[in-house]
């Protein structure tokens, strides 16, 4: 069973970093570079939204948040980081991590950030 454990959210202030890391479990070493993983947040309306994805040397971001947060992956450790950098309140949400192989998919539970002065 494949399972997803995000952290290192928590309260910052505006202008402020976080770096976000996603584990994944239950997944062999040797597929985990096969899954796109992603970072994802509600938006208006309780869907989640696409912060930004890795998938087979590729990365996408949303355009709120391009050149402020960049995704990374290191297979040997099963595992996914987003770097926030100038954060704003408007980033404030639950930001979920996200693997999809094979038209499978799984979420973590997500990790709160809040930016707050």
């Known amino acids: 069973q494949v399972q997803l454990v995000e952290s290192g959210g928590g309260l910052v202030q505006p202008g402020g970093s976080l770096r976000l890391s996603c584990v994944a479990s239950g997944i062999s070493g040797m597929f985990f570079s096969s899954y796109s993983m992603g970072w994802f947040r509600k938006a208006p309306g309780n869907q989640r939204e696409l912060v930004a994805l890795?998938?087979?040397?590729?990365?996408n971001y949303a355009d709120s948040v391009k050149g402020r947060f960049t995704i990374s992956r290191d297979n040997s450790k099963n595992t996914v980081y987003l770097q926030m950098n100038f954060l704003k309140p408007e980033d404030t949400d639950v930001y979920y991590c996200?693997?999809?192989?094979?038209?499978?998919?799984?979420w973590g539970e997500g990790t709160l950030v809040t930016v707050s002065s």
């Open positions: 890795t998938a087979m040397g590729i990365t």
């Open positions: 996200k693997a999809v192989r094979s038209g499978v998919e799984y």
